[in-house]
């Protein structure tokens, strides 16, 4: 300020401006990039059924219940275009299964009696009993997104420590400059 006073031509206005629109931007790219992440992440909640066709003695053929009354040791069943409810192996039938959405492989695996059946993947054709082994958030998805949810949510302590201090840096800059303009 005081060069702007006495009509010096070194004037410094561009530095607090650039460091402020980086600060700025930086919050911006860092909000968008955690908004498009959680989109992302909307697609993996989306692996996870409502319901499951649960199999008893009393429904032999199945019986759609809500996904959360599903336990472990209970026998399902899983048809063409399902999407497995949880992890386990398959007592009977075979089918073929895209396990794209959990491992990346983009050729179908072929699923018969012992084989295992993750939560997720998606049946292409084809029929299998299986017992559930584990279910919700102990299953492969359910891992999968608690960990993408609990790294969405906390921050590193570079990017705590930088908060803090960003968040006094503007008021004190500001501070500085009316002192230094009232001097």
């Known amino acids: 300020h005081y060069n702007w006073m006495v009509g010096s031509i070194h004037l410094y206005f561009d530095t607090a401006c650039m460091l402020i629109t980086l600060v700025l931007l930086g919050k911006f790219l860092e909000q ?3 908004s498009r992440v959680r989109r992302d992440l ?13 199999l008893s003695d009393a429904w032999p053929r199945g019986k759609y219940a809500h996904i959360e009354q599903l336990g472990p040791g209970d026998r399902f069943t899983v048809e063409a275009d399902e999407i497995v409810p949880a992890d386990g192996f398959v007592d009977s039938g075979s089918a ?3 396990e794209s959405s959990l491992t990346g492989e983009p050729r179908p695996v ?3 009696k012992g084989g295992a059946v993750k939560s997720g993947t998606k049946i292409l054709d084809g029929r299998v009993v299986a017992t559930a082994e584990k279910v919700g958030a102990e299953t492969v998805l359910g891992r999968m997104i608690a960990v993408m949810a609990r790294s969405l949510e906390q921050k590193s ?3 705590s420590g930088t908060d803090r201090m960003l ?4 008021p004190i800059i500001a501070g500085l400059a009316v002192g230094t303009g009232a001097f």
Do not use: Y
Not at 48 to 53: I, Y
Not at 167 to 170: A, E, G, K, Q, T
């Open 42 to 54: 909307e697609s993996f909640f989306a692996l996870q059924p409502n319901k499951v066709r649960v």
């Open 157 to 159: 302590a570079f990017e």
């Open 167 to 170: 968040r006094w840096f503007v």
């Open 96 to 98: 073929t299964v895209d």
């Open 110 to 112: 072929r699923l018969e």
């Open 32 to 34: 968008q990039a955690r």
